[in-house]
């Protein structure tokens, strides 16, 4: 497959929460160059009024009726008996053609909890692989974003951002064995060049400071994922 732009919207299965809230998002922000639905995931596209380019997967778990009227989407069918996961192989396909800007919308359903790690697991290997690639998963209500030293992530307080509106939980999760030089700008509880051991929990429900600014999250080595999550999801 030739090379068609930076930057996908990667639909998977799973749960999509807040549809009204990722569309006013995804109409404020720059166009996709590719949309890709992997299986299921065709039916969140239909949710936020979005039509494929390319519709993949073993179709187990899709309506024959709603294949049959996908329209002009390439479709690429695969077995189910394989050794990856219809989510494994459309990160694939965006990153072998060249995708840097990538948000995959679904996933996060805890009846599969298996395939939810599975999807936070592929999105740090896309990260570690490329730490130029921009990587979110998002399921409408909390956002999954890996983070590779140096790197920083700034953010709007959710009074500035749809996505998350309410009061939002701040978390950063170490996925490598340390992480040095962590940051906080704009959040209650600050830090300042940091190390961080995965294991512990103290970088676990953060605010931020202002309602009505921005924060910052830095890490200058070391692999993390930072969580975002309305605070009414969390029990």
Same mark, same amino acid.
């Given at each position: =497959?030739?090379?068609?732009?930076?930057?996908?919207?990667?639909?998977?299965?799973?749960?999509?929460?807040?549809?009204?809230?990722? $569309?006013?998002?995804?109409?404020?922000?720059?166009?996709?160059?590719?949309?890709?639905?992997?299986?299921?995931?065709?039916?969140?596209?239909?949710?936020?009024?979005?039509? +494929?380019?390319?519709?993949?997967?073993?179709?187990?778990?899709?309506?024959?009726?709603?294949?049959?009227?996908?329209?002009?989407?390439?479709?690429?069918?695969?077995? /189910?008996?394989?050794?990856?996961?219809?989510?494994?192989?459309?990160?694939?396909?965006?990153?072998?053609?060249?995708?840097?800007? =990538?948000?995959?919308?679904? /996933?996060?359903?805890?009846?599969?909890?298996?395939?939810? #790690?599975?999807?936070?697991?592929?999105?740090?290997?896309?990260?570690?692989?490329?730490?130029?690639?921009?990587?979110?998963?998002?399921?409408?209500?909390?956002?999954?974003?890996?983070?590779?030293?140096?790197?920083?992530?700034?953010?709007?307080? +959710?009074?500035?951002?749809?996505?998350?509106?309410?009061? +939002?939980?701040?978390?950063?999760?170490?996925?490598? +064995?340390?992480?040095?030089?962590?940051?906080?700008?704009?959040?209650?509880?600050?830090?300042?060049?940091?190390? #961080?051991? $995965?294991?512990?929990?103290?970088?676990? /429900?953060?605010?931020?400071?202002?309602?009505?600014?921005?924060?910052?999250?830095?890490?200058?080595?070391?692999?993390? #994922?930072?969580?975002?999550? $309305?605070?009414?999801?969390?029990?």
């Amino acid at each position: =497959m030739t090379a068609a732009g930076t930057r996908w919207l990667i639909a998977l299965g799973g749960c999509l929460r807040a549809p009204e809230a990722l $569309r006013r998002r995804l109409r404020r922000e720059a166009p996709f160059e590719r949309i890709l639905a992997a299986d299921a995931g065709l039916v969140h596209l239909d949710t936020l009024g979005l039509e +494929p380019d390319i519709l993949l997967g073993d179709f187990d778990s899709l309506a024959p009726e709603r294949l049959a009227a996908a329209g002009s989407a390439r479709i690429l069918r695969f077995p /189910s008996a394989k050794d990856e996961s219809d989510g494994e192989i459309a990160l694939r396909l965006a990153c072998e053609a060249g995708a840097r800007d =990538m948000l995959i919308i679904g /996933s996060c359903d805890f009846t599969r909890p298996d395939h939810f #790690l599975a999807n936070l697991d592929l999105l740090a290997a896309a990260k570690q692989e490329d730490a130029r690639r921009r990587l979110e998963l998002t399921d409408g209500r909390s956002r999954f974003l890996p983070l590779l030293g140096p790197e920083s992530a700034t953010l709007c307080h +959710p009074q500035r951002d749809p996505l998350l509106p309410g009061i +939002p939980v701040v978390s950063l999760l170490p996925l490598s +064995p340390q992480l040095e030089g962590v940051s906080y700008r704009g959040l209650v509880w600050s830090l300042e060049a940091a190390t #961080l051991r $995965r294991g512990p929990s103290r970088t676990l /429900s953060n605010r931020p400071a202002d309602a009505g600014g921005e924060f910052c999250v830095t890490v200058k080595s070391g692999l993390a #994922l930072l969580v975002l999550t $309305r605070e009414d999801t969390i029990s």
